[in-house]
């Protein structure tokens, strides 16, 4: 049977312990109990096993090398090469840990460790190289006190081994030594001679410092590995995610795309990309920005997750059609979640009206019935459709389950007014008033603010929206009915400049 194979069927065991454990029973749970102590004893003797072999085979390859530099071989120069390859050969897969990239979570770029000492010539390798091999073992087995322990007693020994203290420091921070780790990786910053060490040092740096949220900060790092080592990729996604923390919107997404140019299909930075531009056009709606190829339309192509971001921000630019192609395309990745059919179900609606959207979103319910958004859309649909008595009993089921449900309140308000029963529309609205919630005050407003047009209260609307419009710029129909109200009422000016506070 092939090592992998091996590997894999034990990982399949453990996935299947993993996922009965919360129903088994107590016999049964035994049971599972006394094999996952069978495989810790298999794992802990792989462990010895391995750190056996690998001992035999440095001592191996030491032994083969000296001889063929001692001319014992008939063909030595052929010998030579080929022990210069074994001493240089390193895995290729990624083995290391790292706390992931991730579009909200800096990466330390830990596997760089691995890239970094196959760049380490072999004469630099001293006689205790076994040391370091040793701890890199422990390393790359996840196993980080035991490779701490190795990397101490490396540098006690030889304390300018740059690629062992960079070893060590991660091990620090694996064992959650985290100010020990930074002292190692600031030494590091400071007085490493490779340009790659160094800029490792500066990244780990900025990443502990932006799990703290110190975001001015910990791009300060992420810039001092890129002066270091400008096309350092890491330093270069965390820079641009450090500056969207920041708010800073038009940096992130320069950095991002300078990121993109040389990995256009990396998943999590397109997702970062549309997210930087969200906050863009939140900020200054006026703004227009060209995407990175891969972003310029939907594709099936896309991650998931990008696809999700790009339908958000499809959404929020008014790019319906975009939004329900993405959509269409999560439909095809995750047709049992019901989020998916509820966005396509909306953005259809739009698009082609309740005809088309109604079964969509029934799908959606189906899916996730306690989702009263949800049920709250088909309510709304059939508002719209002139369905009031239908869209009331939504609305007021909905309210049965969450008195507070924002949405459903909002509904019934409107169905109240389109059946002119001003009473209860106005008792709903006012309820809103009394809200914790900013925005939901400013609903009530709005709803208040609908009836006096309704009523030809041209005053009291005034007022409402006027309250809106200091607060809040959510409304983007409150200026055009100021205006109204200021022609009915005989004003002869009225500024139409909205207030500048965020949403």
């Given amino acids: 049977m092939q090592i992998d194979e091996w590997f894999k069927q034990l990982h399949e065991q453990l996935a299947t312990i993993e996922q009965n454990w919360p129903d088994a029973e107590d016999q049964e749970k035994r049971r599972m109990a006394e094999q996952l102590l069978r495989l810790r004893q298999l794992s802990d003797h792989i462990v010895d096993a391995w750190l056996a072999l690998e001992e035999r085979l440095?001592?191996?390859?030491?032994?083969?090398?000296?001889?063929?530099?001692?001319?014992?071989?008939?063909?030595?120069?052929?010998?030579?090469?080929?022990?210069?390859?074994?001493?240089?050969?390193?895995?290729?897969?990624?083995?290391?840990?790292?706390?992931?990239?991730?579009?909200?979570?800096?990466?330390?770029?830990?596997?760089?460790?691995?890239?970094?000492?196959?760049?380490?010539p072999e004469d630099d390798y001293p006689s205790y190289a076994l040391l370091f091999r040793k701890g890199e073992g422990f390393y790359h087995l996840r196993l980080f006190h035991d490779a701490?322990?190795?990397?101490?007693?490396?540098?006690?020994?030889?304390?300018?081994?740059?690629?062992?203290?960079?070893?060590?420091?991660?091990?620090?921070?694996?064992?959650?030594?985290?100010?020990?780790?930074?002292?190692?990786?600031?030494?590091?910053?400071?007085?490493a001679s490779s340009p790659k060490v160094k800029a490792i040092s500066d990244n780990a740096i900025g990443c502990m410092i932006a799990e703290e949220k110190h975001w001015l900060e910990a791009g300060q790092a992420f810039k001092a590995a890129l002066e270091t080592m400008p096309d350092h990729p890491e330093a270069t996604f965390n820079l641009a995610l450090c500056y969207l923390h920041g708010g800073e919107a038009q940096e992130s997404l320069e950095t991002i795309e300078s990121y993109l140019e040389k990995d256009e299909d990396d998943w999590e930075a397109q997702v970062?990309?549309?997210?930087?531009?969200?906050?863009?056009?939140?900020?200054?709606?006026?703004?227009?920005?060209?995407?990175?190829?891969?972003?310029?339309?939907?594709?099936?192509?896309?991650?998931?997750?990008?696809?999700?971001?790009m339908a958000n921000m499809c959404e929020k630019t008014g790019q319906i059609r975009r939004a329900q192609l993405c959509y269409r395309y999560l439909l095809e990745h995750l047709p049992r979640e019901g989020w998916v059919w509820h966005g396509l179900a909306w953005n259809s609606w739009l698009l082609a009206g309740a005809k088309v959207a109604i079964p969509m979103v029934k799908k959606a319910i189906a899916l996730a019935p306690d989702n009263l958004d949800f049920v709250f859309s088909y309510g709304w649909m059939e508002l719209f459709e002139g369905e009031l008595s239908c869209a009331q009993k939504v609305f007021e089921s909905n309210l049965r389950h969450d008195h507070q449900h924002t949405l459903s309140l909002s509904g019934l308000i409107t169905v109240f007014t389109k059946q002119e029963e001003w009473s209860e529309a106005r008792q709903l609205a006012h309820h809103l008033l009394q809200s914790d919630s900013s925005y939901e005050r400013a609903l009530g407003h709005y709803h208040l603010g609908r009836i006096g047009i309704a009523c030809e209260e041209w005053g009291q609307a005034e007022k409402h929206f006027q309250i809106i419009n200091r607060t809040t710029n959510d409304f983007w129909e409150v200026p055009l009915f100021l205006k109204l109200c200021a022609d009915r009422l005989g004003h002869r000016e009225w500024s139409s400049q909205r207030s500048l506070l965020p949403h």
């Fill in 148 to 191: 701490k322990h190795h990397f101490a007693q490396l540098l006690k020994q030889s304390p300018d081994w740059e690629n062992g203290r960079l070893y060590y420091g991660y091990s620090l921070l694996f064992c959650q030594e985290r100010e020990e780790a930074m002292r190692e990786f600031r030494l590091l910053s400071r007085t």
């Fill in 58 to 120: 440095s001592s191996v390859i030491k032994e083969v090398k000296a001889r063929e530099q001692h001319g014992e071989s008939t063909e030595p120069q052929a010998g030579l090469s080929l022990v210069k390859e074994a001493l240089s050969a390193h895995p290729q897969e990624e083995k290391t840990v790292t706390t992931g990239k991730g579009t909200d979570q800096v990466s330390p770029a830990a596997e760089e460790l691995q890239q970094v000492l196959s760049d380490e």
């Fill in 272 to 309: 970062l990309w549309l997210r930087a531009y969200k906050l863009l056009i939140e900020t200054d709606p006026a703004s227009r920005r060209i995407p990175p190829s891969g972003l310029k339309i939907p594709s099936r192509q896309l991650d998931v997750k990008a696809l999700q971001e």
